[in-house]
């Protein structure tokens, strides 16, 4: 480079500055042609590049440089959300979320104690392994690993899992074929609220702070009869809210991970294996799991009742 150098200054060079060179100038970036790109972006957000350098007239890759450098814009694939929410879904959302984090700020280790959650998920006898689990090791220019394709098996457990800041209190397994109804439920909770009286002493002179999602079978009469019964307090949860239920954003997707790639050859070994998964876990994972939802409930409210990315 230094020789470089010497021998332009040496035929006459006298500036370090580049010289002008042959091609489209940088200077066709203007105001108007960002405000027009912008516009038309704005008209259509899926719009193409190469549809855009058309009809402003520049290249590409000047294209590319206005949407980044200029507008601060990039273009994402749609993210999948349970429903499109309604305004009244986001105001019912944001209220909720706001008592819902008033109870937790109120006595946050109180709030800690007395939370139970519980909700329901399908275990399948084969649960194919995600993308990130298939990752090996390559050398450069060997070939990729290969998979046949895979599909969940049709065997498969319901597991109802209820839990707290502590741990696992009780699981249910139903096997497929059979539903879970109001009157099922019902006794479930029977058959929980023995376990939770073994297992949490200290809530026996306490209201339960009981959490569940808004499916049918967890608000039918029945139900509700039987929870007044046992004396619990609801946790307000209304509908659409996954985002914001620890089974969903945290116990769940974890499980499910683990599941990958496993393959069990019966209900038996489902269960067997699922209650030690659940046992090898520290108290203080169930203890993050539930602590996540004071951050969950503030962003929600800050983004006006939008759903919570995990």
């Known amino acids: 480079m230094v020789k470089k150098w010497f021998t332009e200054f040496r035929c006459g060079r006298t500036s370090t500055s580049d010289a002008e060179r042959s091609g489209r100038p940088k200077e066709v ?7 027009k ?15 855009l350098a058309h009809a402003v007239g520049i290249s590409t890759e000047r294209v590319h440089h206005i949407l980044h450098e200029y507008l601060d814009m990039r273009k994402l694939s749609a993210r999948w959300v349970p429903r499109l929410l309604t305004l009244d879904h986001k105001r019912n959302r944001v209220t909720t979320s706001k008592e819902c984090l008033a109870m937790f700020s109120r006595n946050t280790d109180e709030f800690l104690r007395r939370l139970v959650t519980v909700d329901e998920t399908w275990i399948h ?12 090791w390559v050398s450069r220019g060997e070939r990729g690993p290969k998979k046949a394709k895979q599909s969940l098996s049709a065997n498969k457990v319901m597991a109802t899992v209820f839990w707290d800041a502590r741990g696992v209190i009780h699981i249910d397994y139903l096997e497929k074929g059979k539903t879970i109804t109001g009157e099922y439920y019902s006794k479930l909770l029977d058959r929980f609220d023995v376990d939770l009286k073994q297992k949490r002493p200290h809530l026996a002179k306490k209201k339960v702070l009981f959490h569940q999602d ?4 967890h608000t039918c009469l029945v139900t509700m009869a039987k929870i007044h019964e046992l004396r619990y307090e609801l946790l307000p949860h209304p509908a659409y809210f996954p985002d914001l239920a620890p089974c969903d954003y ?9 599941l990958g790639g496993k393959i069990f050859g019966s209900n038996e070994e489902v269960i067997t294996e699922t209650n030690a998964y659940f046992e090898s876990l520290e108290k203080t994972y169930y203890l993050e799991g539930v602590k996540k939802l004071e951050k969950r409930w503030t962003k929600c409210i800050e983004l006006k009742g939008d759903y919570v990315e995990k």
């Not at 006898?125 to 090996?136: A, D, F, R, V």
């Not at 808004?214 to 079978?217: F, G, K």
């Not at 945290?250 to 683990?258: A, E, G, I, Q, R």
Request: glycine residues 0%; without cysteine; proline residues 6%.
């Open 37 to 51: 790109i912008h516009e038309m972006i704005l008209d259509d957000r899926r719009m193409k590049v190469r549809e």
């Open 214 to 217: 808004n499916a049918r079978v």
């Open 250 to 258: 945290y116990l769940f997707p974890n499980l499910k991970k683990w």
């Open 29 to 35: 970036i203007t105001p108007e042609i960002v405000d």
């Open 125 to 136: 006898h084969n649960t194919p392994e995600t993308k990130e689990q298939s990752k090996q």
